[in-house]
Nanobody, 123 residues
Framework: QVQLDESGGGLVQAGGSLRLSCAAS????????MSWFRQAPGKKREFVAT???????TYYSDSVQGRFTISRTNTNTVYLQMNSLKPEDTALYYC?????????????????WGQGTQVTVSS
């Protein structure tokens, strides 16, 4: 079993930056694909970014491309660096893990999820 714990969310002004962290415990994530999703109030959860098990491959949604960067360490931690934040980035951000190592934008592909960390961007 894998437990994912997100942190780093908060309140920031438009144009500011935040770095989210996702710490895993229970099992090594070395072979897992990792992703970030987000859910704004009244909206469906949406894909944000994904990174391969090796860290060599990343993919972003159009809405965050060029502003967000996903990365991972060898010590079971995944990050999401968020720059040039906009009010429309306000959401609950979730970390997700796929033990098959498949990078997917489909949330149903992911077996493990964290509880989420809130990001609020004021205008």
């Amino acid at each position: 079993q894998v437990q994912l714990d997100e942190s780093g969310g908060g309140l920031v002004q438009a144009g500011g930056s935040l770095r989210l962290s996702c710490a895993a415990s229970g099992r090594t994530l070395r072979s897992y694909a990792m992703s970030w999703f987000r859910q704004a109030p009244g909206k469906k959860r949406e894909f944000v970014a994904t990174i391969s098990w090796s860290g060599d491959s990343t993919y972003y949604s159009d809405s965050v491309q060029g502003r967000f960067t996903i990365s991972r360490t060898n010590t079971n931690t995944v990050y999401l660096q968020m720059n040039s934040l906009k009010p429309e980035d306000t959401a609950l951000y979730y970390c997700a893990a796929d033990p098959r190592g498949l990078e997917s934008q489909d949330e149903t592909s992911y077996r493990y999820w964290g509880q989420g960390t809130q990001v609020t961007v004021s205008s």
